[in-house]
């Protein structure tokens, strides 16, 4: 089946703009998670979703740094006024429930490039 | 704070031979263990996981890790790679207490040559 799919694969900016980010879960899949994975660096945790509510965005770095889940499906990673820190790719997960131990799957990232 | 340590950045290893990917993680509570491989321009794929039971994890490819409480540590192993292994691994952890979010290592590049 289809797994999480990412849009779009490669996002070039300038510093200051506003991007967005936008993650199709597998079908199903109540969970959904944020990470951001900077060159030469493990992935860092920034939000997840149980259904349409953030359970949790203590990874989100500043307030520059927001994200939506509406439908309890398709999430939207948000970045206002972008800074050349913030170029990195950005992953999402997805998982069957939240629950702990429970495998994340990934999809392939969007690779942000702020000039 | 929590952290993974993966201690080695590279690892060149000859086709055939084995492998050892070592992992340490901070921890006072319980943990989920995992490893993730991220083949080129791929997303990150699940190699195996521990969640209890027995310390030694099978998973796919041929890959095993065994869970060390004592000394908190997850290595992976594998007793003959391929050209085909040739990736960046990554350890996770999941602690108690944190839902499901995962704290990941700085990764492991394993290049196989022949």
């Known amino acids: 089946g289809a797994g999480v799919s990412q849009t779009p694969s490669n996002k070039v900016t300038e510093k200051g703009k506003y991007v967005e980010l936008r993650c199709d879960p597998i079908?199903?899949?109540?969970?959904l998670y944020w990470y951001r994975q900077s060159l030469g660096q493990g992935p860092e945790f920034l939000i997840y979703?149980?259904?349409?509510?953030?359970?949790?965005d203590s990874g989100l770095p500043n307030d520059r740094f927001f994200a939506v889940r509406p439908e309890g499906s398709v999430s939207t990673l948000k970045i206002q006024r972008t800074e050349r820190g913030d170029s990195a790719v950005y992953l999402c997960?997805?998982?069957?429930?939240?629950?702990?131990?429970?495998?994340?799957?990934f999809g392939p990232g969007t690779r942000l490039l702020v000039l | 704070a929590q952290s993974v340590t993966q201690l080695d950045s590279q690892v060149p290893v000859f086709e055939e031979a084995p492998v050892e990917l070592r992992c340490n993680y901070s921890?006072?509570?319980?943990?989920?263990l995992f490893w993730y491989v991220q083949y080129p321009n791929q997303g990150l794929q699940l190699l195996l996981k521990?969640?209890?039971?027995?310390?030694l994890v099978k998973g796919i490819n041929g890959f095993e890790a065994e869970f060390n409480k004592s000394q908190t540590s997850f290595h992976l192993r594998k007793p003959s790679v391929h050209i085909s292994d040739t990736a960046e691994y990554f350890c996770?952890?999941?602690?108690?207490?944190?839902?499901?979010?995962?704290?990941f290592g700085t990764g492991t590049r394993l290049q196989v040559t022949l």
């Open positions: 996770a952890v999941s602690y108690t207490g944190t839902a499901s979010k995962l704290t």
């Open positions: 997960a997805s998982s069957f429930n939240s629950r702990q131990g429970g495998t994340q799957y």
């Open positions: 521990y969640l209890s039971g027995s310390t």
């Open positions: 921890s006072s509570v319980s943990v989920y």
């Open positions: 079908s199903g899949h109540t969970a």
């Open positions: 979703f149980q259904g349409t509510g953030a359970a949790d």
